[in-house]
């Protein structure tokens, strides 16, 4: 796994990190959770990988990943998380692998499907379907968020184009969950802001089992359909 590339600046997994993952209603404890223990996945919109180091930590999952920004595959390719990596268009890229009949136990979508525009999202909605052969898991906000200008940086994807609403996913057939407490963490609030108050992230933490069960309450959205039965 991984290929030899100079340091790109890519930050270590750090302690809180490696805590949260553990940690009953954290970000990344939820979407371990809801991934499963697949045999493969497939990682639409990998980005540089770091999401995905903290969620197979100590797992032996064989993970395809995919992404559009040369940068990101670059440096996703220097964590030895992914066997391989795909970078191209994730539509005709998720095409490819149809038309080749791959299939992965779980794939995984994470904060991708609202930088596409509402067609092209459930275009690739469809192609999951057809990639997936035990799950699929996906997160996105809860309706359009526009994107702050500081997670732009130098990659002309990272704009929003659509947003999405829990019907977007319920009407397809998943079951949709919520993440972080929309009062704290929408465009506006206090979560968001420069100055924010670690008191205020702890509230949210608090809350994110309510959350979690009521998503009207949550500012992003965690929809998981499973494609046949599971003991898990």
Known sequence: KGENYPSLGIPKETLLQKITVKTPFSWSWLLRKLIGDPKT????????GTLMRTLSKEKKWKIVGMDIFKDSVIKARTLGVYDSI???DVIKESAKLVQQKKQFDTVFCSQLIEHL???????????????????????TPRGFVEQREEFLGNNRHQHHESGWIIEDFVSRGYKVYGLGLSAVWRYSKLGRSKARIPFISLVSYL???LVYFIPALGEGILAVKKIKNEDN
């Not at 459930?122 to 799950?135: C, G, H, I």
């Open 86 to 88: 795909i970078q191209g």
């Open 117 to 139: 525009s509402k067609e092209e999202g459930k275009r690739l909605l469809d192609l999951m379907d057809q990639l997936a052969l035990e799950r699929i898991v996906v997160t």
């Open 207 to 209: 809350m994110s089992p």
């Open 41 to 48: 996945m497939l990682d639409i919109g990998c980005g540089d």
